[in-house]
């Protein structure tokens, strides 16, 4: 009984044997995947003298120390109206003559009462008949362009930087902008449809008759108010707000797709005060350059935080689908299921990381309080959280809560289509603000930090301190290095975000070919994780691969345990052969 328990003692030893050896002195080394090219965080997109305090045409502006900050005289033509600022600040705008005019001190404290606003429906990263590429096209992160419709201040020249140039000019972008209008003013809203779809404007949660003074509809819902707008066609929504608050607009034609594919925006009715001149247009939202009378009663700054989403199948097939508007059409009503949908990026502001951070950041002086107004644009819930701060909730959906309903906490959820007025408080007391830094905030729905799967990314963006910005607005962090997040590279899932983090890239991508000698250098390969998985699942067993060497470990352990077992019989054999010699 001994004697076959040493056999197969023996035997299983030298079965295992082999692969053991292998497994413990073979492993394949760490690829080198090349990290690509890599953009400045911030170069010089735009003059550095648009981050100054500055005043145009009787029109203060503050700083904006962000690395793209707004065109300071497109704040100034959106404060006093395209009919109210000089030739020469309307020339360094790309605004059409009549985008906004101003009229009608009827109260006489000092501002208009009457603005008429006029809004294009514009394409980004559409086809065109011309052309294969992309044309007006919008990056929400490097190399990745979703088509997008959204509303726009009417515009005047080309609708790209330049004629060689295919991005979009900074007037035409998501998200739709947010509008800005003064309790009891006349608002005339323009909707001139310049797309190929019928479109129309909801003027959600805004104070509006449902039919205006010439008997027609004002809900922009065609089942019950007015015609949907047709390309081509011109609509007019008038109102008079009576409350003040953060509203919203959106298109209500066939909003299930419309909506998500980004007509949509905030809507904020200022509350009246004299000599108030609102800034009409947020372009990309973000800082309000230049805040209403009551804001800067309470707060020393105030910023527009739209956050959305956008499923690939609607946003990069069945938008791109065709250049028949019919076929377009088709696709969208009739095969197109948002049932079965499924967010694949999300953006703050029209971007996601790590494009935020040029931006959409939020700029703090400690004991200073900013006022957030933030409109949840995603097809889900989400939930506001800012690292180092409870910020306190002060308006549900443009309803002031009362000062005696106020909450704090760091983390506030929304429902689609839900807005809500935040007070970011900058003074160290362990509750509202853990102190001067550099932090996140961002959806905690987890998803939301991804963009297209890969995180981190999505809508992330930061709170900081102005000591912690340098002279381009760039965050001094100190922590890992931004230079990934740049490539295109690393959003096509070719980079592995920790390969460089030790000199012996320990985390980075086994190579998968692998090397016979353990002293070679690994080999440079710059193929994608989906190429190395399905190269790794191949039927054929290459020459030194990790098959091969375990079928050679089981014959040599089959091999092993028949000596040990037949030993007698072969060495009865091996003597009497040795005799006949």
């Not at 006489?108 to 009462?113: T, V």
Request: contains cysteine; proline residues 6%; charged residues 20%.
């Amino acid at each position: 009984m001994r004697k076959k328990l040493l056999t197969i003692s023996w035997g299983t030893a030298m079965l295992l044997m082999p692969p053991w050896i292998q497994a413990a002195n073979d492993l394949p080394p760490s690829a080198k995947v090349e990290m690509g090219e890599v953009e400045e965080v911030c170069s010089d997109f735009t003059p550095k003298e648009w981050r100054q305090e500055q005043v145009i045409d009787g029109v203060t502006i503050q700083e904006s120390r962000l690395c793209n900050p707004d065109n300071p005289a497109d704040i100034a033509a959106f404060v006093k109206g395209t009919n109210g600022v000089s030739m020469q600040t309307l020339m360094e705008t790309q605004l059409a003559a009549d985008a906004i005019t101003m009229s009608d001190d009827m109260d006489g404290d000092g501002d208009p009462d009457k603005i008429v606003i006029k809004l294009e429906v514009i394409e980004l990263n559409g086809h065109s008949p011309d052309s294969t590429e992309l044309t007006t096209q919008f990056d929400i992160a490097p190399g990745i362009k979703p088509t997008f419709w959204v509303f726009a201040p009417k515009t005047r020249d080309m609708s790209t930087l330049s004629l060689y140039e295919p991005q979009a000019n900074p007037l035409l972008r998501a998200p739709s902008p947010a509008i800005r209008v003064e309790q009891d003013d006349v608002i005339w809203l323009v909707l001139e449809n310049t797309h190929y779809l019928p479109h129309s404007i909801h003027l959600h949660g805004i104070d509006h008759p449902f039919m205006d003074h010439s008997g027609h509809g004002n809900d922009g819902v065609g089942q019950t108010s007015n015609m949907d707008t047709m390309p081509g066609e011109t609509k007019t929504y008038v109102i008079k707000p009576r409350q003040p608050g953060t509203m919203y607009y959106h298109c209500h034609v066939q909003p299930h797709t419309h909506i998500p594919m980004g007509l949509q925006g905030m809507f904020i009715i200022e509350e009246n005060r004299p000599n108030n001149w609102v800034q009409t247009f947020n372009v990309g939202n973000g800082q309000v350059r230049h805040p209403s009378v009551a804001v800067l009663e309470k707060y020393s700054r105030e910023y527009d935080l739209h956050y959305q989403s956008a499923d690939k199948e609607l946003h990069e097939i069945v938008a791109r689908s065709a250049n028949d508007p019919r076929l377009i059409a088709k696709h969208l009503n009739v095969d197109y299921d948002v049932t079965d949908a499924t967010d694949d990026y999300f953006m703050l502001n029209g971007r996601s990381f790590p494009y935020t951070l040029r931006e959409s950041l939020i700029e703090m002086e400690q004991d200073k309080k900013v006022k957030l107004r933030i409109l949840n644009g995603h097809t889900e819930a989400f939930a506001m959280h800012i690292h180092g701060h409870k910020p306190t909730i002060t308006h549900y959906d443009g309803v002031d809560n009362g000062p005696d309903s106020y909450i704090t906490r760091d983390v506030h959820g929304m429902v689609p289509a839900q807005r809500i007025d935040l007070e970011l408080s900058g003074v160290d007391d362990g509750l509202h603000s853990f102190g001067q830094g550099i932090w996140m905030f961002h959806d905690h729905v987890e998803k939301s930090f991804t963009t297209n799967g890969t995180g981190e990314g999505g809508d992330i963006s930061l709170v900081v301190y102005k000591d912690f910005l340098d002279e381009k607005g760039i965050p001094k962090s100190h922590g890992m290095s931004l230079a990934p997040y740049f490539t295109k590279g690393f959003w096509q899932k070719n980079y592995p975000i920790w390969q460089d983090y030790d000199a012996w890239r320990s985390l980075g991508l086994p190579e998968v070919k692998g090397v016979t000698d353990q002293k070679a250098a690994p080999v440079q390969t710059t193929a994608t994780p989906a190429k190395q998985a399905a190269a790794a699942s191949a039927p054929a067993v290459e020459e030194g691969s990790a098959v091969g060497r375990l079928l050679n470990g089981i014959l040599l352990g089959l091999l092993s345990y028949m000596l040990i077992a037949k030993r007698k019989f072969i060495l009865e054999h091996l003597r009497k052969l040795t005799k006949q010699q």
